[in-house]
């Protein structure tokens, strides 16, 4: 593990601050928590931070659970220096979903395709189910044992990530939650798995019902309000679950633009390609073949004229239709 000696050293004597993508998931605060508990080991101390909100239950409940804290961005004005340390964690600096923070970005662990390259100093980016798989192989290859929170937490983030091992997994995954199997706290994983819906969220799902439109197997659903991410993307894969739909393409009118989650069953269709390239010239995309995730900013829905869902639909299509035969 002479890499992972690498990133220890960098951190030595700086402040430092593991960063999530915005609107953090269970998986990116599992995997922040996991780095922030190994790096204790080695007599670092970090803050978590993330900017946007904590805006599901699931990942609400995960910090009341394992007594966490995380400090938005806003709350850190003032206090971080250009030099400070900043892990970069479930995200990668310029990939559409993280902001850049005040300090300097020394490392990226992520389980993501990277869209826009980024010289780090230490990086481990590997394409996983989730990225809480590789904060655990840290453990189990350095032989520390994770405690019985740190176990919980990372193996509920694999769960949440691959859809109950339905999507993306890898054959590391699948050893990573045999390894920390046997040292969770099962009580506590059967909590956070509990009653992750909030009556409000049907709201989101009556829109998204309503305003689907079927292009062959392309399902489109807009919501005309504002939505969080995480029940965005639930709500993809409760459309990709139609026998009619193999890609899903959801998206949120909110307050800081139009925030869009893909899904695609269709191993022609890279439902991160196809974000990236339908977004390019008005906002930014990315993700796995299998999901990913975009948003075109406030200032730039103008440009998509009159009829914005028309233009949305247009803009996908285009790329699919260079793709493939839909």
Not at 121 to 130: E, N
Not at 290 to 311: F, T, V
């Amino acid at each position: 593990m002479k890499q992972w000696n690498d990133l220890v050293d960098l951190c030595k004597g700086y402040p430092v601050y593991i960063q999530t993508h915005n609107f953090p998931d269970p998986d990116a605060i599992a995997s922040a928590y996991g780095l922030q508990k190994l790096l204790e080991a080695y007599g670092i101390q970090s803050k978590l931070c993330y900017d946007g909100r904590i805006d599901k239950l699931s990942a609400a409940k995960m910090l009341d659970a394992f007594h966490l804290e995380m400090a938005s961005y806003e709350s850190l004005a003032g206090q971080m220096q250009e030099t400070d340390r900043i892990i970069c964690v479930d995200t990668q600096k310029h990939g559409g979903n993280a902001t850049d923070f005040i300090g300097d970005e020394v490392a990226c662990i992520d389980h993501h395709p990277t869209f826009v390259p980024i010289d780090y100093r230490y990086q481990d980016i590997r394409i996983t189910g989730a990225c809480a798989t590789l904060i655990a192989e840290y453990y189990a290859k350095l032989g520390i044992e994770p405690d019985k929170d740190v176990a919980t937490a990372l193996l509920y983030g694999i769960k949440m990530d691959t859809l109950q091992f339905s999507r993306g997994v890898t054959e590391l995954d699948i050893q990573m939650f045999a390894f920390l199997f046997p040292r969770i706290d099962s009580q506590k994983l059967s909590d956070l798995e509990r009653n992750n819906m909030e009556f409000t969220d049907l709201k989101a799902y009556g829109a998204a019902i309503e305003s689907i439109e079927l292009y062959n197997k392309v399902g489109f659903s807009s919501i005309p309000f504002s939505c969080p991410d995480a029940l965005i993307a639930i709500i993809a894969d409760f459309i990709l679950a139609l026998i009619e739909v193999e890609v899903a393409v959801i998206y949120s009118f909110r307050e800081d633009g139009i925030k869009f989650s893909v899904r695609s069953e269709d191993p022609n269709i890279h439902a991160g390609n196809l974000l990236h390239e339908a977004l390019a010239d008005i906002g930014s995309g990315g993700g796995h073949a299998s999901m990913g995730g975009g948003l075109i900013d406030q200032g730039n829905i103008e440009a998509l004229g009159r009829y914005p869902k028309d233009a949305i639909r247009n803009l996908f299509l285009d790329v699919l239709a260079k793709q493939t035969q839909i």
